[in-house]
């Protein structure tokens, strides 16, 4: 099942330059993760602090297990330093429901459509 996370952080000011280098870097990292398809970063058009990074990942068991890497929560760690607020991380399933339900995913992912 194709899950696409959707990571919110705010950016302090004037720390844009080493967030985006950090930010570079976990991506070059993800790439060579198991189930990694893709990602792509997104700047807010009304407040350019703010930044979405959309990924795209075979299973969100392959997410979780790059999310838990050592080598990410170090890199994040860095970036959580250079932001204003905590990350916000948004895992979303396509509306599959008989494959998100073996997922374990709860309801109403669960059920089906009439």
């Not at 398809?37 to 407040?47: K, V, W, Y």
């Not at 607020?85 to 339900?101: C, G, M, Q, R, W």
Request: contains cysteine; aromatic residues 10%; charged residues 30%.
């Amino acid at each position: 099942m194709i899950v696409k996370v959707i990571i919110k952080r705010d950016v302090s000011k004037d720390k844009e330059k080493h967030f985006f280098a950090l930010l570079k870097n976990i991506r070059c990292n993800a790439m060579h993760q198991k189930g990694y398809i893709s990602g792509e970063t997104l700047i807010c058009a009304e407040n350019t602090n703010r930044v979405v990074v959309i990924s795209k990942w075979e299973s969100l068991e392959d997410w979780n297990n790059w999310k838990t890497d050592i080598k990410r929560i170090e890199i994040d760690a860095r970036l959580t330093e250079l932001q204003e607020n905590p990350t916000i991380y948004e895992p979303y399933v396509f509306s599959k429901y008989k494959t998100a339900a073996k997922q374990g995913f709860p309801p109403p992912l669960q059920e089906q459509l009439i």
